[in-house]
């Protein structure tokens, strides 16, 4: 099982030039197993594009399926945000810049799921070691 990120999502709902890349990545995804998408993505999703059933319905219609965040993903994504938050006060860095939902997506797919498609593959595997990274590339 596959989680996606947001940005894919938004590329794929999109007439982006990244949308073929993300359009193909997960289509390959799919073929393998199923494809999901958590509680976070859902909410940024609908934050972004508006109309939260109609979303569901098309994400729903390109085979992908919701997986909510279970307690212990929730639990570990705390932990990568308290992480996080001491490395930038010890490093000097000031203001954290990631919030509580990139580590919820991540701890979900880390924990849930058998990887995540994203384009923001740096992020996760700084924090999510072992999480197995996919980013659409060019077609």
Known sequence: M???????LIDLL??????????????????????????????????????????MDVVEEMGLRYLPIERRAAIRAGEMQR????????????QAVRTVPDFLVGAHALLQCNGLITRDGGFFRDYFKGLRVIEPSPV
């Open 14 to 55: 999109g007439e982006d030039v990244r949308a073929d890349a993300a359009e193909s990545c997960v289509r390959d995804a799919l073929m393998l197993g199923p494809v999901v998408v958590c509680d976070v993505v859902v909410s940024e999703i609908t934050a972004g594009l508006g109309h939260g059933a109609d979303i």
């Open 83 to 94: 992480r996080f938050n001491q490395r930038r006060k010890t490093s000097g860095l000031g």
């Open 2 to 8: 596959i989680a996606v990120d947001t940005n894919v």
